[in-house]
């Protein structure tokens, strides 16, 4: 295992800190504060579409709502955002939640706003697996919907 490279600007001495280390520190500081966390990438909600309607047909709204969805920005293996998060400040308050089960991924929890938009997707057998308590037959959310198409961080 590669050992990590030691960062110069962990010395709590900052007072007595190189000009260089400085300059790396503030870099570094910009470059975490002021860079997309989320990076977006198209999705597909066809086949959530499908399994609104049919698992939920007494709340069309549900799946009337995922289809507007057509991209998605990863928070981790666990959530995905259908809403740019950086707009948090405009957006609605949360407004509730549904739950549809996938045949590939098992428990899928929607988060809903009040303007009736989506805001997410919760992967519950990726949260009970990283618990201990999951499903050790179903894949992390990272390895299989098919309906999300992005590419993997390096």
């Not at 990438?41 to 057509?70: H, I, K, M």
Request: with cysteine; hydrophobic share 40%; glycine share 8%.
């Amino acid at each position: 295992m590669k050992q990590a490279k030691r960062i110069t600007y962990t010395s709590p001495d900052y007072a007595n800190m190189p000009a260089s280390a400085r300059a790396d520190m503030l870099a570094d500081l910009e470059r975490h504060y002021f860079t997309p966390r989320y990076q977006c990438s198209p999705f597909d909600p066809t086949e959530l579409v499908a399994l609104a309607l049919e698992q939920r047909p007494d709340r069309p709204e549900f799946a009337e709502a995922l289809g507007r969805c057509t991209e998605q920005w990863w928070e981790h293996e666990l959530y995905a955002y259908l809403q740019d998060p950086s707009l948090r400040a405009t957006r609605a308050a949360y407004g509730g939640g549904f739950v549809l089960l996938c045949p590939r991924l098992g428990r899928l929890n929607f988060d809903m706003l009040k303007d009736g938009s989506m805001l997410g997707i919760e992967f519950m057998e990726a949260v009970m697996s990283l618990r201990g308590e999951g499903n050790a037959g179903v894949p992390p959310a990272s390895v299989g919907l098919r309906v999300v198409h992005r590419k993997f961080r390096e």
